[in-house]
């Protein structure tokens, strides 16, 4: 079993930035793919950004790459999603996510309890 918590969501105007955190538990986190998901009202779950294990294979959906960043810290058992020139349409609940085992990049074993993300316009 393994826990994830986000943190660094709020409100931010159209244009500004917001980097999220999550903090696993667990004593395998290194080797745990990570994933960022989002979820808008009325919206499906829509995949954001993943992180290979070891930090050195990054995917992005088309609709944030250029402007957001995925990154790791095994050391901190965290996980980043740096995002940059946020649009209103960037509003959601983001989630974290974790897998042991990598699949694709779109399935996941474990998810965190979200973090709202308002971008006003």
């Known amino acids: 079993q393994v826990q994830l918590v986000e943190s660094g969501g709020g409100l931010v105007q159209a244009g500004g930035s917001l980097r999220l955190s999550c903090v696993a538990s667990?004593?395998?986190?290194?080797?745990?793919?990570m994933g960022w998901f989002r979820q808008a009202p009325g919206k499906e779950r829509e995949f954001v950004a993943a992180?290979?294990?070891?930090?050195?294979?990054?995917y992005y959906a088309d609709s944030v790459k250029g402007r957001f960043t995925i990154s790791r810290d095994n050391a901190k058992n965290t996980v980043y999603l740096q995002m940059n020139n946020l649009k209103p349409d960037d509003t959601a609940v983001y989630y974290c996510?974790?897998?042991?085992?990598?699949?694709?990049?779109?399935?996941?074993?474990?998810w965190g309890q979200g973090t709202q993300v308002t971008v006003s316009s």
């Open positions: 996510a974790a897998t042991p085992y990598r699949s694709s990049w779109y399935r996941y074993d474990y």
């Open positions: 667990g004593r395998t986190f290194s080797s745990y793919t």
């Open positions: 992180i290979s294990s070891s930090g050195d294979s990054t």
